[in-house]
């Protein structure tokens, strides 16, 4: 089956710099790469997604770049502020029936 | 609010015991998938249903399972039930269940004593 690996597990950031997070996948099948975001006691929400036919997506201060030759993609957020604090996942799916999660990357932006 | 709900928010119980989670999807949404949350992992996928049918199985344990009914909410049933079960139990919810944007509800918290 699918692995997803994610990087780093803690991030620091201070306010206004950009953070990456790094995700790779094993199953070349796998076409559709979500990410979420959990605030502590919350549940997860999506904040951007990529289907494989594409190379990167932006969305206002966040972006997701995916490298299907080497199997991975990257969430960028720019400018970040402290509501940007919060646990981030990422995940990978080829049918859309089954997705597999990263173990997440806790980012904390320092005022 | 996503528009999902779960059903009880919190739950506690025995081990060797038996609950029922309940989830009602969005408005809509025909497929429904059920995670699992530990304090120290991510989320592990359990199990999706379709318009009523089982459409894929993941780590699920024996001990187990899951229904959607054909008002399209979803039960998830956990017996047995041991410590290491203690966790946050999701629901999400997508139009069709492809390759589309799941909507999570709130979660039942699940502690198992």
């Known amino acids: 089956g699918e692995n997803v690996e994610q990087h780093p597990s803690t991030l620091s950031v201070q306010e206004g710099d950009s953070a990456v997070i790094k995700c790779t996948y094993s199953?070349?099948?796998?076409?559709?790469f979500p990410w979420y975001k959990q605030e502590l006691g919350k549940r997860p929400q999506l904040i951007i997604d990529i289907r494989s036919n594409v190379g990167e997506k932006k969305d206002q201060r966040i972006a997701v770049t995916l490298n299907k030759t080497a199997k991975h993609f990257s969430l960028h957020i720019t400018e970040t502020q402290p509501e940007d604090s919060a646990v981030y996942f990422c995940a990978a799916s080829d049918t859309g029936n089954q997705f597999y999660f990263g173990t997440g990357t806790s980012l904390t932006v320092i005022p | 609010d996503s528009g999902v709900t779960q059903t009880p928010k919190h739950l506690i119980t025995a081990t060797g015991q038996r609950v029922t989670l309940r989830c009602s999807p969005r408005?809509?949404?025909?497929?429904v998938y059920w995670y699992q949350q530990s304090l120290d992992q991510g989320l592990q996928f359990l199990i999706q249903y379709y318009n009523g049918e089982e459409r894929a199985k993941g780590n699920i344990l024996e001990r187990f399972s899951a229904q959607q009914f054909p008002d399209l909410h979803s039960e998830l049933n956990l017996s047995s039930l041991e410590l290491g079960d203690s966790a946050l139990y999701f629901c999400?919810?997508?139009?069709?269940?492809?390759?589309?944007?799941?909507?999570f509800g709130p979660g039942t918290r699940l502690l198992v004593l």
């Open positions: 199953d070349s099948a796998s076409n559709y």
């Open positions: 999400a919810s997508s139009v069709g269940g492809k390759r589309e944007t799941q909507y």
């Open positions: 408005s809509g949404d025909l497929s």
